[in-house]
């Protein structure tokens, strides 16, 4: 490390011992198999020029609480092993531990390690013990610690390696730690096993649905056991079903049984009403529950048609979807629920129904909130195969690990209502030859040998053999299909890009329905716009020569104008989209920028322009197009802002619906009536500027609808905060995010500020983030300063345990502070 990187993390060292003092060193129960594993575990960073791949007495650790990654709280550095690709920011090789006691009562039970996600080629030892390797940086893996352990007072100890040195071995910023939840879980020695259940409903009806329970039953004793298996379905607490039966189940052995029952007038899941049930499987040794199962499931029928597209329940529905990466902005990777909660609450007011789990398999989490918000899940394995993408990545373990890999996902997820879709593959470089038709069978053998009950695909790009310009592929003859496309493998055929080429998807693949899981890849900078909205521009002009010819300061103009040569602009594909009912939905490139990935850019640039969504979470001016056509609320919504030189003329667009018409007025005066014509998705004026107001009305029926005003603003002069939560939960994990906005002495929106932004706290938390969504930024995430992007700058508050106030303040050179306060209980 450089001085500058000790100093940094010594200091974050201090902080974590003071955030440690505020919330307690106990861990909490999750339900009665599991408790949280995730608080008070010592850290130790390996330094490169002095640490060997080993740990010793004289290493130094810090204490901190899980989920951690190590990467974000470092430096951005153009010289990182991991390119910008992924974020400019440095693996390493890190070291966990932790120090727990197991109760007496317990030494008759099965205990076991439950991890979540670690990134990556983690390697575990209990009480010296070594348990095993994970290379997947993914997946959710467990230990069985019971032979292992030493019961009542007397301590254990776990460490956890995680080797991320690597580099690079992600196209995009993987984040390094275990940054997913842990979690110890306590069994009897007869239970159901590890994602051992599975809750299918072949026959569903608005009358009546049949429900089957698959349970897979563990006896670890060394006799056999008789036992009673119940399973009762509950929705809202209230029984709705019960079903039992007898088994005998060998010494040491395991055995899935199948219990069948009936729901009378089902409550169907659905995307604006996502209701659960619950089915709750009891394990009885005569009169004593040896273990007790819960596994959320859902009521619903699905089908993707050839001619029809999607449907959910019988409906047509388009799915109208978006890929996330993994990262959640300033927190680096590091999960929390509420920050991934907040995403898709911010999806979900722009009218999103899916969630693309790009391109690896997600947090638990994740998934359950889908379950509860209504999201309809590409579920998705891999980035990679045996052709590796980067030399150092998950091709290097593929042999050995894809088959273990790829059954733990569906075990783990398969129970999810929101799951519709398995995706086999990303952009996989074998789809174009006889590799992609092997291991593409074999993929899709492993999903349908564990579900059956959804459809397989795979991202291809494209999946045709595309020869010529792509913008000239309708015809009436078939293409050929790739290797993998046309090897039978797949239920879905899977389109990442070729907009141009949907129309003609059922003379292409006559038998297979359409997906399209990846699209657009639009560029913009929040705030930022060119002088002509109407040139559309590619950018870079090859995807493998590196882009020079930019704007200053590495920005993108934020008008919907600037594409990836592979992709369009957002509103060229959504008007493909909307127009067949055979295209069944898609999922764009993406619904928030990310770390790493750059596009166009290279250094400085260290995250991505991708996103509908900046970083910090602050929308993009086509995130209202996406609302004003996929939601029934009313929109209206002018860009950009109105503070340019004397004498320019400035392009003005308008997003509305639910309207005939936008009239525009500069300082009071009408500057003319615009309506959509065709497949028009917004309406423009050309506006000599005058400082003032642009104000814009849209009208139905001769009424207004809404009205909207931009003004010029003066020098910026105050602050102003606004909290997403005023009250969160006192437990050490719940967020509150901060946004704070710049405004001139008239109370105008300043839209083109950039002021450096200091925040202090008091109280009952602490500050985990900041951030302003500038993809240019180098600011420490994990700092208390960072400057605003166009007049917008967010922190982020995480509470202590003790309940009370939290008091934020945000100054700035020159400005009126504002300050905010947070209830934490």
């Given at each position: 490390?450089?001085?500058?990187?000790?100093?940094?993390?010594?200091?974050?060292?201090?902080?974590?011992?003071?955030?440690?003092?505020?919330?307690?060193?106990?861990?909490?129960?999750?339900?009665?198999?599991?408790?949280?594993?995730?608080?008070?575990?010592?850290?130790?960073?390996?330094?490169?020029?002095?640490?060997?791949?080993?740990?010793?007495?004289?290493?130094?650790w810090?204490?901190?609480?899980?989920?951690?990654?190590?990467?974000?709280?470092?430096?951005?550095?153009?010289?990182?092993?991991?390119g910008?690709?992924?974020?400019?920011?440095?693996?390493?090789?890190?070291?966990?531990?932790?120090?727990f006691?197991?109760a007496?009562?317990?030494?008759?039970?099965?205990?076991?390690?439950?991890?979540?996600?670690?990134?990556?080629?983690s390697?575990?030892?209990?009480?010296?013990?070594?348990?095993?390797?994970?290379?997947?940086?993914?997946?959710?893996f467990?230990?069985?610690?019971?032979?292992?352990?030493?019961?009542g007072?007397?301590?254990?100890?776990?460490?956890?390696?995680?080797?991320?040195?690597?580099?690079?071995?992600?196209?995009?910023?993987?984040?390094?730690?275990?940054?997913?939840?842990?979690?110890?879980?306590?069994?009897?020695?007869?239970?159901?096993?590890?994602?051992?259940?599975?809750?299918?409903?072949?026959?569903?009806?608005?009358?009546?649905?049949?429900?089957?329970?698959?349970?897979?039953?563990?006896?670890?004793y060394?006799?056999?056991?008789?036992?009673?298996?119940?399973?009762?379905?509950?929705?809202?607490?209230?029984?709705?079903?019960?079903?039992?039966?007898?088994?005998?189940?060998?010494?040491?052995?395991?055995?899935?049984i199948?219990?069948?029952?009936?729901?009378?007038?089902?409550?169907?899941w659905?995307?604006?009403?996502?209701?659960?049930?619950?089915?709750?499987?009891?394990?009885?040794?005569?009169?004593d529950?040896?273990?007790?199962?819960?596994?959320?499931?859902?009521?619903?029928?699905?089908?993707?048609?050839?001619?029809?597209?999607?449907?959910?329940?019988?409906?047509?529905?388009?799915?109208?979807?978006?890929?996330?990466?993994?990262?959640?902005?300033?927190?680096?990777?590091?999960?929390?629920?509420?920050?991934?909660?907040?995403?898709?609450?911010?999806?979900?007011?722009?009218?999103?129904?899916?969630?693309?789990?790009?391109?690896?398999?997600?947090?638990?989490?994740?998934?359950?909130?889908c379950?509860?918000?209504?999201?309809?899940?590409?579920?998705?394995?891999?980035?990679?195969?045996?052709?590796?993408?980067?030399?150092?990545?998950?091709?290097?373990?593929?042999?050995?690990?894809?088959?273990?890999?790829?059954?733990?996902?569906?075990?783990?997820?398969?129970?999810?209502?929101?799951?519709?879709?398995?995706?086999?593959?990303?952009?996989i470089?074998?789809?174009?030859?006889?590799?992609g038709?092997?291991?593409?069978?074999?993929?899709?053998?492993?999903?349908?040998?564990?579900?059956?009950?959804?459809?397989?695909?795979?991202?291809?790009?494209?999946?045709?053999?595309?020869?010529?310009?792509?913008?000239i592929?309708?015809?009436?003859?078939?293409?050929?299909?790739?290797?993998?496309?046309?090897?039978?493998?797949?239920?879905?055929?899977?389109?990442?890009?070729?907009?141009?080429?949907?129309?003609?998807?059922?003379?292409n693949?006559?038998?297979?329905?359409?997906?399209?899981?990846?699209?657009?890849?639009?560029?913009?900078?929040?705030?930022?716009?060119?002088?002509?909205?109407?040139?559309?521009?590619?950018?870079?002009?090859?995807?493998?020569?590196?882009?020079h010819?930019?704007?200053?300061?590495n920005?993108?103009?934020?008008?919907?104008q600037?594409?990836?040569?592979?992709?369009?602009?957002?509103?060229?594909?959504?008007?493909?989209?909307?127009?067949?009912?055979?295209?069944?939905?898609?999922?764009?490139?993406?619904?928030?920028?990310?770390?790493?990935?750059?596009?166009?850019?290279?250094?400085?640039?260290?995250?991505?322009?991708?996103?509908?969504?900046?970083?910090?979470?602050?929308?993009?001016?086509?995130?209202?197009?996406?609302?004003?056509?996929?939601?029934?609320?009313?929109?209206?919504?002018?860009?950009?802002?109105?503070?340019?030189?004397?004498?320019?003329?400035?392009?003005?667009?308008?997003?509305?619906?639910?309207?005939?018409?936008?009239?525009?007025?500069?300082?009071?005066?009408?500057?003319?009536?615009?309506s959509?014509?065709?497949?028009?998705?917004?309406?423009?004026?050309?506006?000599?500027?005058?400082?003032?107001?642009?104000?814009?009305?849209?009208?139905?029926?001769?009424?207004?609808?809404?009205?909207?005003?931009?003004?010029?603003?003066?020098?910026?002069?105050?602050?102003?905060?606004?909290?997403?939560?005023?009250?969160?939960?006192?437990?050490?994990?719940?967020?509150?995010?901060?946004?704070?906005?710049?405004?001139?002495?008239?109370?105008?929106?300043?839209?083109?500020?950039n002021?450096?932004?200091?925040?202090?706290?008091?109280?009952?938390?602490?500050?985990?983030?900041?951030?302003?969504?500038?993809?240019?930024?180098?600011?420490?995430?994990?700092?208390?300063?960072?400057?605003?992007?166009?007049g917008?700058?967010?922190?982020?508050?995480?509470?202590?345990?003790?309940?009370?106030?939290?008091?934020?303040?945000?100054?700035?050179?020159?400005?009126?502070?504002?300050?905010?306060?947070?209830?934490?209980?």
């Amino acid at each position: 490390m450089t001085k500058i990187q000790k100093s940094f993390f010594k200091a974050l060292a201090m902080t974590a011992l003071l955030t440690i003092a505020a919330c307690s060193s106990s861990d909490t129960k999750e339900n009665n198999r599991k408790v949280t594993f995730n608080k008070n575990w010592q850290f130790h960073l390996n330094d490169a020029a002095n640490d060997k791949d080993t740990i010793s007495a004289a290493t130094q650790w810090r204490t901190l609480n899980l989920p951690h990654d190590w990467g974000v709280e470092g430096k951005f550095d153009e010289h990182s092993p991991a390119g910008t690709g992924g974020g400019a920011l440095t693996g390493g090789l890190g070291w966990y531990k932790k120090t727990f006691t197991v109760a007496a009562a317990d030494s008759t039970k099965i205990t076991s390690v439950v991890f979540d996600g670690v990134y990556c080629n983690s390697e575990v030892w209990v009480n010296g013990h070594y348990l095993g390797k994970r290379p997947n940086g993914y997946i959710s893996f467990e230990y069985n610690l019971t032979p292992y352990l030493k019961f009542g007072d007397t301590k254990n100890e776990i460490i956890v390696k995680v080797d991320n040195s690597k580099q690079p071995n992600s196209r995009w910023y993987s984040g390094s730690g275990i940054y997913r939840n842990v979690w110890l879980q306590t069994t009897d020695k007869l239970h159901v096993g590890q994602y051992g259940t599975f809750v299918t409903t072949p026959k569903v009806s608005a009358n009546e649905t049949t429900v089957v329970i698959a349970a897979t039953i563990k006896n670890e004793y060394a006799e056999a056991k008789e036992a009673t298996i119940t399973t009762t379905l509950y929705k809202r607490d209230k029984e709705t079903a019960t079903v039992s039966q007898k088994v005998s189940i060998e010494a040491n052995a395991e055995k899935t049984i199948k219990q069948e029952t009936t729901v009378n007038n089902p409550v169907l899941w659905n995307v604006e009403s996502p209701e659960l049930y619950t089915a709750i499987t009891e394990i009885k040794i005569g009169d004593d529950v040896a273990d007790r199962y819960e596994t959320p499931f859902g009521i619903r029928s699905f089908k993707f048609d050839l001619d029809k597209g999607f449907l959910l329940n019988g409906k047509q529905l388009k799915i109208k979807g978006v890929c996330l990466h993994h990262d959640l902005g300033p927190l680096g990777t590091a999960f929390n629920t509420r920050a991934m909660e907040r995403q898709l609450e911010i999806m979900k007011e722009m009218g999103v129904n899916g969630i693309r789990t790009s391109h690896n398999p997600p947090a638990p989490e994740l998934l359950d909130l889908c379950d509860k918000m209504g999201f309809i899940v590409m579920d998705e394995a891999f980035d990679m195969w045996e052709q590796p993408k980067n030399k150092d990545d998950y091709s290097t373990a593929w042999a050995k690990w894809h088959k273990a890999d790829l059954e733990a996902q569906i075990l783990r997820d398969r129970n999810h209502p929101s799951v519709f879709i398995w995706s086999i593959g990303n952009e996989i470089p074998e789809q174009w030859n006889e590799n992609g038709a092997r291991i593409g069978k074999e993929l899709a053998g492993i999903v349908k040998a564990l579900d059956t009950t959804r459809p397989v695909t795979a991202a291809m790009n494209p999946p045709i053999i595309v020869s010529g310009d792509i913008n000239i592929q309708f015809t009436e003859t078939a293409a050929q299909p790739n290797a993998l496309a046309g090897s039978g493998a797949l239920d879905l055929i899977g389109y990442n890009y070729a907009h141009q080429t949907y129309a003609n998807h059922k003379i292409n693949f006559p038998k297979t329905p359409f997906i399209a899981t990846e699209t657009t890849s639009g560029l913009q900078t929040r705030g930022y716009y060119d002088k002509n909205s109407e040139e559309i521009k590619q950018w870079p002009k090859r995807w493998d020569i590196p882009f020079h010819d930019g704007n200053p300061g590495n920005t993108v103009s934020a008008y919907d104008q600037v594409q990836t040569p592979w992709g369009s602009t957002h509103e060229a594909t959504w008007k493909v989209m909307k127009k067949y009912d055979f295209l069944s939905g898609f999922y764009i490139w993406t619904g928030f920028d990310y770390i790493g990935e750059p596009t166009p850019y290279l250094w400085p640039s260290i995250s991505s322009y991708f996103g509908i969504v900046d970083l910090a979470g602050f929308p993009k001016d086509v995130y209202y197009m996406y609302q004003s056509e996929w939601t029934n609320k009313d929109v209206l919504h002018i860009l950009p802002h109105w503070n340019w030189k004397a004498g320019q003329t400035v392009d003005v667009w308008a997003y509305y619906n639910n309207a005939d018409e936008v009239e525009l007025y500069l300082n009071g005066k009408s500057l003319g009536k615009q309506s959509k014509k065709g497949d028009d998705l917004h309406v423009m004026w050309k506006v000599p500027y005058a400082s003032g107001t642009l104000k814009a009305i849209s009208r139905k029926g001769g009424k207004t609808v809404l009205e909207k005003e931009v003004k010029t603003a003066g020098a910026p002069a105050a602050l102003k905060a606004a909290a997403d939560r005023a009250t969160i939960k006192a437990d050490c994990t719940d967020l509150s995010f901060i946004t704070v906005d710049i405004y001139d002495a008239n109370g105008v929106f300043a839209a083109t500020a950039n002021n450096e932004i200091n925040f202090s706290i008091k109280g009952n938390g602490k500050i985990v983030g900041v951030c302003s969504g500038d993809p240019v930024s180098h600011e420490s995430y994990k700092g208390t300063k960072h400057t605003a992007l166009n007049g917008k700058c967010l922190v982020v508050i995480q509470s202590h345990e003790k309940a009370g106030t939290i008091e934020v303040t945000a100054s700035a050179k020159g400005l009126k502070a504002a300050t905010i306060k947070i209830t934490a209980e």
